[in-house]
């Protein structure tokens, strides 16, 4: 069975320092990958997403993410991490061999606090 | 601007009371998802359309129906809610997927349903 895992409740980093938020999934055949951020009442916001091609991608926000197919991972980084980066992380696989309307497979969030 | 919107965005209700959460979405796109999001457990699948009076199960459709009458609308009904639908629910909508490629998806703000 498809799954997605996000081995991290919660990352705490200092501004400007270095942030990652660690996803781990496990999908038969190529997976679509994507990255999702929630802010407090607010809806999902799409950061950025990995289909083919160059293993980095680059997002909004400064965010890129490095899918790595050896260790089924694709892990969310940021130069330098800011205090409104503080948020909910949603890491999501879509199986592309079974639409089901597009349906994503979300890890269980993470939550990025960045302190001045 | 493109949005999905939903409503009421917080509702609290007594058990068995029958109710509707609205889902809209201004893009043209042919697939609308519900998902219902629970801490730890990150974002959940309940149903979804394909295209205007096609829909089905998504992973946790106990409890709830949905119709797709017009291709902008998606509502979530709640025959008979119960304490364990207690949750926060996400309406969202995304172009046609294809095996090939992937469009992300777009959620609406979200919907905080309480039932006592």
Redesign the interface.
């Known amino acids: 069975a498809q799954s997605v895992a996000q081995p991290e409740d919660q990352v705490n980093v200092a501004e400007g320092n270095p942030l990652t938020v660690k996803c781990t999934y496990s999908v038969s055949g190529n997976p679509y990958l994507f990255w999702y951020v929630q802010y407090p009442n607010r809806g999902l916001q799409f950061l950025l997403k990995y289909i083919t091609g160059d293993n980095l991608v680059k997002g909004s926000y400064g965010f890129e993410a490095e899918f790595n197919k050896s260790q089924t991972s694709f892990h969310l980084k940021k130069p330098s991490a800011l205090v409104s980066d503080s948020a909910l992380y949603f890491c999501a696989v879509r199986d592309p061999f079974n639409n089901q309307g597009g349906k994503l497979i979300f890890g269980q969030g993470t939550e990025l606090s960045v302190k001045p | 601007e493109a949005q999905?919107t939903q409503n009421p965005r917080y509702l609290i209700t007594v058990t068995g009371k029958k109710l509707t959460v609205t889902c809209s979405q201004n893009m043209n796109h042919e697939?609308?998802?519900w998902?219902r999001q629970d801490p730890?457990?990150?974002?959940?699948?309940i149903y979804?359309?394909?295209n205007v009076e096609v829909t089905?199960k998504?992973?946790v459709p106990e409890g709830y129906k949905v119709s797709r009458k017009e291709k902008r609308n998606f509502p979530l009904i709640l025959e008979s809610p119960s304490p364990n639908q207690t949750s926060l629910y996400?309406c969202a909508s995304?172009p046609r997927?294809t095996?090939?490629?992937?469009?992300?998806?777009?959620?609406?703000?979200?919907t905080r349903l309480t039932v006592t």
């Open positions: 999905v697939y609308m998802s998902y730890g457990l990150g974002l959940r699948q979804y359309s394909m089905d998504g992973d996400f995304s997927q095996q090939w490629g992937s469009y992300e998806q777009y959620f609406g703000p979200g």
